[in-house]
């Protein structure tokens, strides 16, 4: 059964980082597009980040484009958001979800077949 883990989420100070992992059981990692979404209260559910699986290729939203940045560790079967200057703003549920690759990558939620149970990111003072 594939199972995707989200971790890493907690409290942190505006301006601070934060590091989220999300990790498979039940397949390789690396063969998929990951992509990392959030949804804040009261709001729907949006698009972070997202990186293909063997070109590396990424996609950010334009919210988070500077600050965050996504990347994927094959040997530990990993993916990472590194979550730099995050506002309040970035205060939501993070959850990272994976699909079969596609000939160009897309980070769209309705494309993501496979979706962990998400950490909770808040950003406060």
């Known amino acids: 059964q594939l199972q995707l883990v989200e971790s890493g989420g907690g409290l942190v100070q505006p301006g601070g980082s934060l590091r989220l992992s999300c990790t498979a059981s039940?397949?390789?990692?690396?063969?998929?597009?990951i992509g990392w979404f959030r949804q804040a209260p009261g709001k729907e559910r949006e698009e972070v980040s997202c990186?293909?699986?063997?070109?590396?290729?990424?996609i950010y939203a334009d919210s988070v484009k500077g600050r965050f940045t996504i990347s994927r560790d094959n040997a530990k079967n990993t993916v990472y958001l590194q979550m730099n200057s995050p506002t309040s703003e970035d205060t939501a549920v993070y959850y990272c979800?994976?699909?079969?690759?596609?000939?160009?990558?897309?980070?769209?939620?309705?494309?993501?077949?496979?979706w962990g149970q998400g950490t909770q990111v808040t950003v406060s003072s």
């Open positions: 039940g397949f390789t990692l690396s063969v998929y597009n």
């Open positions: 990186i293909g699986s063997s070109t590396g290729s990424t």
């Open positions: 979800a994976a699909t079969m690759p596609t000939v160009q990558l897309m980070c769209k939620m309705p494309r993501y077949r496979y």
